[in-house]
């Protein structure tokens, strides 16, 4: 029986079809004699089952199996370089915020001309976690954060964010922490809907 049902897998799945015709080969040399001489219920059952197979292997021949396609996340949908100049303290004094676990919590900056940060979790219940800040220092388009707080993996010493030129200006891109896959769009107070809270 077990011989049956993996010839049956081997023959749904599309792989290792050469084995699984060469099991149903053996099978019917083992099998056929009995069944047909002996016209007993089980052996031509498995006769049966596995004409059956042969059969359904030979009409999904060409089948293949379904390549599951990867669709990026609406956040790293149209990510640019780096802008081309460097960044100023007025591209990015002000206030940003950016979501987190698909609106499960919204993370609130306010970068200070003074070169330091204050940093607000707040979830969407409403429930405000104040952050120590840190400090920032723009190198070209990037923007270094030291003491920055992520949502999961804690303080980090040191996050890397940068700017990049978007179709509709100037962008902020960020990570909550380094091991997240891309970037994602940090937005200025004031150019989107409000963050909750």
Not at 28 to 33: F, S, V, Y
Not at 135 to 164: C, K, M, N, Q
Not at 167 to 193: I, M, N, Y
């Amino acid at each position: 029986m077990g011989a049956v049902l993996s010839t049956a897998y081997a023959f749904y799945s599309c792989r290792g079809r050469f084995y699984a015709w060469v099991a149903c080969g053996i099978l019917l040399l083992e099998i056929a004699p009995v069944a047909l001489f002996s016209l007993h219920p089980i052996p031509l059952g498995i006769l049966a089952g596995i004409v059956a197979l042969g059969g359904f292997g030979f009409l999904t021949r060409h089948r293949r199996p379904k390549k599951r396609s990867v669709k990026p996340s609406p956040d790293l949908v149209g990510v640019p370089a780096p802008m081309s100049r460097p960044a100023t303290p007025e591209d990015l004094v002000g206030e940003w915020f950016f979501y987190l676990d698909a609106v499960a919590s919204t993370v609130k900056m306010e970068f200070r001309p003074d070169g330091s940060y204050a940093q607000t979790l707040v979830s969407n219940r409403g429930e405000r976690t104040p952050c120590p800040g840190g400090t920032w220092a723009l190198d070209g388009p990037r923007v270094e954060l030291t003491g920055y707080r992520s949502a999961v993996a804690g303080t980090i010493e040191h996050v890397w964010w940068f700017f990049g030129d978007t179709p509709t200006g100037l962008g902020l891109f960020g990570k909550d922490r380094p091991s997240l896959q891309g970037p994602f769009r940090v937005s200025r107070v004031g150019s989107e809907a409000p963050p909750p809270g």
